[in-house]
């Protein structure tokens, strides 16, 4: 990588790039975290990827620990994935009528997810969370909607209060737009605190039409749920008559293929998805019982729509990635290299004298610069964000390209292998050992 600049930064052509998109799009980019506001300097511009590797246009290669966020648990340009989507766009890029392959997806969803009976295709996480939320609504006929601090759903207006990832990153929990009137029936409270949503449900539980939660979180760094939040979290849903939906957009076919759900044995009412369920193309879905999805227009009165929904480059792009990961499931690898990343990490922290602890699920991850173990926001927020952003841009000087926040989990994928991450390991021991 660029091992010969005095002080680790992006090289010219990336430098020179970020000027130009600068002046073009609102802070260089097309999604907030991507601009490195949480570790400064300028970003990456990536020319390609390939496997595990992301190649910037300065000619510099990474070990990738985002994955594209999440998407790409196969390694970037998998053969198999990349002919689906030239044959499929071969065919006719977008039809806005029916096709048999969403139908075939939608079978691979259904039999893979626990919760989903039906499921609707849409375009992002995103819209997926939006629309599950309107859809508990309609079928419930409640108002009110419970969140988790530090938990993100995407940037749906009822649901940017208190949201992790970019919004935590800036330091802008509550984004300017999102009216009052928009958060009022959004009840957010402390993840893992069964008292606070035990009261919570006391004080509103008729009024309560949903409980969104990520099942793992990955929006404030890594952090896990214990049994008894998530078993509480079933309980009174169901006692309240409100919908428990889990927000599987990270874990779904991450954690273990059947998502978060599949992994603890938690069942909830709905499900929300996307990243790898598109094989990274801008694809998402929500789903769950028939009864509730039957009150989606056309078969029920709960509009929703979308021209691009049900795309058929998209769709062929995760029909393929979950025939891949189901044919040749990678999850007890990616859980051995977890386990082997963590404690590298762990030990490569401990003998650099830092304060720290680690936290994953499956293939992700998060060292957490604060000594506590992080279970809600609060513990979180109080980690050691400067120091963060010497590690990151040290470890790019590295050739690793961790999430550039905090409050970001990393991931991996299944071509990542032992000796990427013993030398990811290593170059963590030397960067924490000059923080
Ligand atoms: N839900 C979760 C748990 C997410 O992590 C994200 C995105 O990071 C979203 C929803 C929103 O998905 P999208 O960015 O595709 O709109």
Redesign the pocket.
């Known amino acids: 990588a660029n091992s010969s600049a005095a002080r680790p930064s992006a090289g010219p052509k990336s430098v020179a790039a970020f000027q130009r998109a600068s002046a073009l799009m609102p802070g260089g980019v097309n999604s907030p975290a991507r601009a490195f506001g949480a570790v400064g300097g300028t970003p990456l511009f990536i020319e390609r990827a390939e496997g595990p590797y992301l190649y910037d246009i300065d000619g510099n290669r990474y070990i990738d620990y985002i994955g594209s966020?999440g998407p790409m648990i196969l390694g970037h340009a998998h053969p198999e994935v990349i002919s689906a989507i030239t044959e499929a766009a071969a065919k006719g890029t977008s039809y806005g009528a029916p096709t048999e392959a969403e139908s075939r997806l939608a079978e691979q969803i259904i039999e893979a997810v626990p919760s989903i009976e039906k499921v609707r295709l849409v375009n992002?996480?995103?819209e997926a969370?939006m629309s599950a939320l309107r859809v508990a609504r309609g079928a419930t006929g409640r108002k009110k909607v419970i969140k988790f601090a530090g938990n993100?759903?995407?940037h749906v207006d009822s649901l940017l209060v208190a949201a992790g990832?970019a919004a935590a990153t800036l330091g802008a929990p509550d984004s300017p737009g999102v009216t009052p009137g928009a958060a009022e029936d959004t009840l957010v409270l402390s993840y893992n605190d069964v008292p606070g949503l035990q009261n919570a449900f006391d004080q509103h539980g008729d009024d309560i039409a949903a409980l969104i939660l990520?099942p793992v979180v990955?929006?404030m760094g890594c952090v896990l749920p214990t049994m008894e939040f998530l078993n509480a979290a079933r309980d009174l849903t169901s006692k309240h008559g409100s919908i428990l939906i889990f927000?599987e957009?990270?874990t779904g076919f991450r954690v273990a293929y059947g998502g978060a759900q599949e992994r603890f044995g938690v069942t909830p009412d709905m499900t929300?998805l996307?990243?790898i369920v598109g094989g990274g193309m801008p694809l998402?879905a929500y789903g769950g019982r028939a009864e509730i999805m039957n009150q989606v227009l056309p078969a029920g009165k709960v509009f929703q729509a979308g021209t691009l929904s049900g795309n058929p480059v998209a769709v062929a792009a995760g029909s393929a990635t979950l025939r891949l990961l189901k044919e040749n499931p990678p999850y007890e690898q990616l859980e051995r290299l977890a386990d082997r990343l963590a404690d590298g990490l762990d030990r490569a922290a401990t003998s650099a004298g830092m304060a720290h602890t680690v936290a994953k699920a499956g293939a992700m991850l998060t060292l957490f610069f604060n000594p506590e173990p992080v279970d809600c926001w609060d513990v979180a927020d109080r980690c050691d964000r400067e120091a963060f952003g010497r590690y990151f841009w040290g470890l790019i000087n590295e050739g690793i390209y961790m999430p550039c926040s905090q409050f970001e989990a990393l991931f991996f994928s299944q071509q990542h292998t032992e000796a990427m991450i013993d030398e990811t390991i290593g170059a963590a021991e030397k960067v924490l050992k000059s923080l």
């Open positions: 966020w992002s996480g995103t969370t993100y759903h995407g990832s990520e990955g929006n927000d957009v990270m929300t996307g990243k998402g």
